[in-house]
């Protein structure tokens, strides 16, 4: 079983950029497959981007390809998502998440693949 915790989230002014960050704990973290994903207020959780357990690809919703890039330190137990140009529509609480299958599947079947999830962290864009 693997514990996440979610932090560095925050409050930007559009155009700004944040990096989230999330710490597992138990388990074996470098045995999964990572994604963050996000719910804005009054939407559904979606996907945003997903890496693998080396950390050797990765993947992102067309939405944020090119301004978003998701990192992980296994030795650190750590997964982060560096958000650049950050704008109004991406106020959204981001939640990582683990999976025992290939990531690049919840690009299409969205959270339901997943096992475990933090409870989130708070971005809010300002414009």
């Known amino acids: 079983q693997v514990q996440l915790e979610e932090s560095r989230g925050g409050s930007v002014q559009a155009g700004a950029s944040l990096k989230v960050s999330c710490a597992a704990s138990?388990?074996?973290?470098?045995?999964?497959?990572m994604a963050w994903f996000r719910q804005a207020p009054g939407g559904e959780r979606e996907f945003v981007a997903g890496i693998t357990s080396k950390g050797d690809n990765s993947y992102y919703a067309d939405s944020v390809k090119g301004r978003f890039t998701i990192t992980r330190d296994n030795a650190w137990k750590t997964v982060h998502l560096e958000m650049n140009a950050l704008n109004p529509e991406n106020t959204a609480d981001y939640t990582c998440a683990s999976t025992r299958e290939p990531v690049h599947l919840a690009m299409l079947s969205g959270p339901f693949s997943m096992d475990y999830w933090g409870k989130g962290t708070l971005v809010a864009v300002s414009s």
């Open positions: 138990g388990g074996t973290f470098s045995s999964y497959d």
